[in-house]
């Protein structure tokens, strides 16, 4: 979240989501009131994070000025309310096809998200291997799980943060959609032995790979 960031730094990316044809180091340094080269320096830190990147050069009468813009990963940094249209798509699956529906789609979804990450991904081949390149997406997605551990001779993931926490709560048939992704991703069998949204203080997650 923006908010762990230092103050000039949420400042620098606040001014180039209100412009997003985006702004120069001098149109930078007026809004922040810092020099060019304090400027620069939250740059190559913000662009080596991946967070802004370099626009399109506009003419100005003699060089052309650098215009700089949020990257897609800095733009999602700011809030963004997805929640209450996934509550709006999960009860209107709901209301019109009935519970049934809901948890096929919701395994369904949850299938074709492994698919995609599957294809972005290098293979892997070893089920520790498989459970512990899913810890390390799951990182990056926002669950918080570290690394995956071993216990009693099985695979075993924790999450810390639940990504649809607020859904979970109110349905925790949700969960079917993450099930169905770890076990699309690792071919394995899975064990959901503790649940945030039933009061537990993980997720945590037993990976039993499937028989060939």
Known sequence: MIKVMGNRQQALL???LRTKTGLTVDELSRGLHVTRNAVRQHLASLGNDGLVETGIS???GGRPEQLYVLSDKGLEL???QYSWFAELVIDTIRDDAGD????ERLGRMGERVADQ???QSQPATEPQEKVQKLARIMQEMGYNTGEASVVD?????EADNCVFHKLAMKDPEICRFDLAMMARFTDSTIDHQECMAKGGNVCRFKFTPKAK
């Open 14 to 16: 606040t001014l180039l």
């Open 58 to 60: 506009r003419p100005s």
């Open 78 to 80: 700011f809030p963004r």
């Open 100 to 103: 049934a529906v809901l948890k």
């Open 117 to 119: 990450l599957l294809a």
């Open 153 to 157: 001779g099985q695979p075993v993931i």
